[in-house]
């Protein structure tokens, strides 16, 4: 079954650094999401991409987040300057259309360790 | 945001059904519901999704009242496989994003 990939599994690194985070959506797909999960906590949205545009994001994606299809198959998460605060587990999600009826498929995640 | 309430957590003994519920009494009608869990230290996984009528698929099933203000998901025999967090999101017309909620937390007993 195809399954979305992350990569790394686990990233450490220090306050105020740039980190890149990877994903290979499903190769059909359209539609391109990244979740964060604090421990302990909820899963939250933080943005979604569809045809090299940021389609919606929430309050959390601010500037110091950005987001790009580098080519066909990637999709990353860029934290600019990172701070305590998004030490997480990050999800890439996608989805062959945005129909209210589809389904968004999930990575395993990469767990962000921010010292 | 649509919202949702699951009871925090659940217990049941394996190979025995488990039927989790879910209130959504503000969906709107064209709002479909979707399940998902997430086993430990794993992404969310893809469970069953429906918008009025009842729904089966290879792992569970989906129960929707009437008047789609709540709903089941059904796991026919619970296996030690299936402890997990179960989420029941509400997927709104005009918006891509999930909106989970705390879930609720399935202990299944040996």
């Known amino acids: 079954e195809p399954e979305v990939t992350q990569t790394p599994s686990h990233q450490v690194t220090q306050m105020g650094q740039e980190v890149i985070l990877r994903c290979v959506p499903i190769s059909n797909h359209l539609y391109f999401y990244w979740y964060r999960q604090i421990l302990g906590q909820k899963v939250e949205f933080l943005v979604s991409f569809y045809n090299n545009e940021i389609s919606e994001k929430s309050e959390i994606f601010d500037d110091q987040f950005s987001v790009e299809r580098p080519d066909g198959s990637n999709f990353t998460l860029k934290i600019r300057s990172t701070k305590l605060e998004d030490s997480a587990m990050y999800f890439c999600a996608s989805s062959r259309s945005r129909d209210r009826g589809d389904i968004q498929y999930f990575g395993a995640g990469t767990r962000l360790s921010v010292l | 945001d649509a919202k949702t309430t699951q009871p925090n957590s659940m217990e049941s003994n394996e190979e025995e059904p488990v039927h989790l519920p879910c209130n959504h009494s503000t969906i709107s009608g064209t709002d479909y519901i979707h399940w998902y869990r997430q086993l430990p230290s794993q992404g969310p996984e893809y469970v069953i999704h429906g918008l009025t009528s009842n729904v089966n698929n290879r792992m569970a099933s989906l129960a929707i009242a009437e008047d789609r203000k709540s709903s089941t998901l059904i796991l026919h025999r619970a296996t030690l496989r299936d402890a997990a967090v179960y989420y029941c999101?509400?997927?709104?017309?005009?918006?891509?994003?999930?909106?989970f909620g705390t879930g609720t937390r399935l202990k299944v007993l040996a």
């Open positions: 999101i509400l997927i709104t017309s005009g918006t891509y994003k999930y909106i």
